[in-house]
């Protein structure tokens, strides 16, 4: 059971193994512009399959995202009353004017 198990990784790691030389070897022995088109179209695949871990939370490395309910209407963390260094009670704020 081990060996075989042993066996299935092993085909695992040499099949994403046999992609580095296919993708080197889209570059050797081609024109200019054929490498910049490979390069613009990797760089194009790199930030669609960023975005996906992002919106996905890929193993959790980016922590969690409020939904649109959240973002909408966030929680406001005011306090409802407070108390100055005499220990009384402030009730509610009232808005002074200063005339100076």
Do not use: C, Q
């Not at 939904?67 to 209407?73: C, L, N, R, W, Y």
């Amino acid at each position: 059971m081990i060996k075989k198990l042993f066996h299935i990784i092993k085909r695992i790691v040499r099949g994403l193994l046999g992609i580095f030389p296919w993708y080197i070897n889209l570059y050797k022995g081609r024109a200019w512009y054929t490498k910049a088109a490979v390069g613009i179209v990797s760089f194009i695949v790199a930030i669609f399959l960023y975005l996906g871990m992002v919106d996905t939370n890929f193993l959790w490395l980016f922590g969690k995202s409020p939904g649109f309910v959240e973002i909408k209407t966030p929680p406001t963390y005011a306090a409802s009353e407070i108390y100055s260094a005499d220990s009384a009670l402030s009730v509610g704020f009232t808005k002074r004017i200063v005339l100076l």
